[in-house]
């Protein structure tokens, strides 16, 4: 994931045309902008249906 947040914070900066003094804001977008996207895969918990008692 470090791999991840250092490529992305790289191409974030290139592309502001590389502001001096800015490395960890950028290091925090890229976290906040991967996680984003990793949470956006995950499914939410099915509800589950009450449990019937059987009669016997």
Same mark, same amino acid.
């Given at each position: 994931?470090? @791999?991840? =947040?250092? /490529? !992305? ?6 592309? @502001?045309? !590389?502001?001096?003094?800015? @490395?960890?804001?950028?290091?925090? &977008?890229? =976290? ?13 918990? !099915?509800? !589950? /249906?009450?449990? =019937? &008692? &059987?009669?016997?």
């Amino acid at each position: 994931m470090e @791999d991840q =947040v250092k /490529s !992305r914070a790289y191409a974030m900066w290139e592309a @502001d045309g !590389r502001p001096e003094g800015q @490395d960890q804001q950028y290091w925090f &977008k890229a =976290v906040a902008e991967l996680a984003g996207a990793a949470a956006a895969t995950i499914k939410p918990a !099915r509800k !589950r /249906s009450p449990r =019937v &008692k &059987k009669a016997a």
